[in-house]
């Protein structure tokens, strides 16, 4: 299943609104992923979000409702990067804040 394309423009017009203007796009992982250099921070993922987070905070986000560990192909999780689920991701400020945990990790 290709990145939802409206997914894709809601997180793009994310960024631009927290004025994070070096961000750039590509495909990572059959999905959209959105970079500033050569660290990806978030991948459009089917409908879901996934999101890279700092080591200390994995374990407390994971507990969120929906939140999974990302495990491409059913193998072991994959560092610390959280598959962020639509309806938790269905409003803008929750997308917003989503994004903020993902941006802190390359910073």
């Known amino acids: 299943m290709p990145p939802d394309p409206g997914l894709v423009s809601r997180v793009a017009d994310s960024l631009a609104t927290m004025d994070e203007r070096a961000v750039r796009q590509r495909n990572v992982f059959s999905g959209r992923g959105f970079l500033i250099g050569r660290s990806t921070f978030a991948i459009v993922w089917n409908d ?51 994004l903020r945990r993902g941006l802190r990790d390359i910073r």
């Open 48 to 98: 879901a979000l996934l999101v890279k987070t700092t080591r200390a905070e994995y374990d407390s986000l994971l507990a969120a409702p929906g939140v999974a560990p990302f495990r491409p192909g059913g193998a072991s999780a994959m560092g610390t990067w959280l598959v962020v689920p639509p309806e938790t991701i269905a409003d803008d400020p929750e997308l917003a804040e989503w």
